[in-house]
C-alpha cells in the first residue's frame, strides 16, 4: 500500500511561470514532510520541509503547503526556471520514528 | 555536501555471484540508510541502521544484508544477485530518525545480467 502518492509523473511548464507540484499522504501519524530534487546521476537533495503544526513553508522561491484535513502537500516553484528542471520526491515520516518514505517522483521541465 | 561515499559507483556483475556495496560518512551521524531508486517505483527502503550492529528492515528488504561494525561505515550486500536486483543504490544519512532531513550520496548503479 503506497503511503504517498504522488499522481503526476511528470510536469512542463514555461520559464518564468509556477510549477506546481502535488503530493498525497495515507498515514494519518505522518508529520513532517520534506521535498528532495534529484537531477541524473546525482543523489537527491533536500529542497524544503514543513511540519504538521505549520500549514505553510517559504523559502526564496520554493513554498511548500500542508493541507492536514485532505492529507495533501504541495511544492510551488515561482518563477520557474530552466536549472530547476529535475524529478522531485516528496516524502513523510513520523518524527523519531519512522525512516522517510518517499512518493515515486514527479518530473519537471521548465521550457525556456 | 554532506560527506557520504558510496563505492562503487558503477558495477556489473552475472547472476547468482554475491555483491558488497559500501557507504562511508565522515559525519558522524548514527542513522545510515540504503534506498533503491527504480522507475515507477521511486525510492525505497531496504535496510537502515541506527547504531554500531544495530540495522533494521525496510519494505524490500528480501535478497539483501547489512552490516555496521563501525559508525561511518554501512554495507549492503546481495548474496546471490538478482537480475530483479539491477537498480541504482543510495546511502543516506540523518542525524536523528524522522524529524531530520536525509543527506544522499550520489549513489552506485548495479547491473545484474
Known amino acids: 500500500d503506497q503511503q504517498v502518492k504522488q499522481n503526476s509523473p511528470s510536469l512542463s511548464v514555461q520559464e518564468g511561470r509556477i510549477s506546481i507540484l502535488n503530493c498525497d499522504y495515507t498515514?494519518?501519524?505522518?508529520?513532517?514532510f520534506l521535498w528532495y530534487k534529484k537531477y541524473p546521476a546525482e543523489g537527491p537533495t533536500f529542497l524544503i520541509s514543513i511540519s504538521s503544526i505549520k500549514d505553510k513553508n517559504e523559502d526564496g522561491r520554493f513554498t511548500v503547503f500542508l493541507n492536514k484535513s485532505a492529507k495533501h502537500l504541495s511544492l510551488h516553484i515561482v518563477p520557474s526556471q530552466p536549472g530547476d528542471s529535475a524529478v522531485y520526491f516528496c516524502a513523510a515520516t513520523r518524527v523519531g520514528n519512522t525512516p522517510l518514505v518517499f512518493g515515486k517522483g514527479t518530473r519537471l521541465s521548465v521550457i525556456a | 555536501d554532506a560527506g557520504i561515499t558510496q563505492s562503487p559507483r558503477h558495477k556489473v556483475t552475472e547472476t547468482g555471484t554475491p555483491v558488497t556495496l559500501r557507504c562511508h560518512q565522515t559525519e558522524n551521524h548514527r542513522y545510515m540508510y540504503w534506498y533503491r531508486q527504480d522507475p515507477g517505483h521511486g525510492l525505497r527502503l531496504i535496510h537502515y541502521?541506527?547504531?554500531?550492529?544495530?540495522?533494521d528492515k525496510g519494505e524490500v528488504s528480501d535478497g539483501y544484508s547489512v552490516s555496521r561494525s563501525k559508525t561511518e561505515d554501512f554495507l549492503l550486500t546481495l548474496e546471490s544477485a538478482t537480475s530483479s536486483q539491477t537498480s541504482v543504490y543510495f546511502c543516506?544519512?540523518?542525524?536523528?530518525?524522522?524529524?531530520?532531513?536525509?543527506?544522499f550520496g550520489n549513489g552506485t548503479r548495479l547491473t545484474v545480467t
Open positions: 498515514n494519518s501519524m505522518f508529520d513532517y
Open positions: 543516506a544519512i540523518s542525524e536523528v530518525r524522522g524529524g531530520s532531513p536525509l543527506h
Open positions: 541502521s541506527y547504531g554500531v550492529k544495530d540495522t
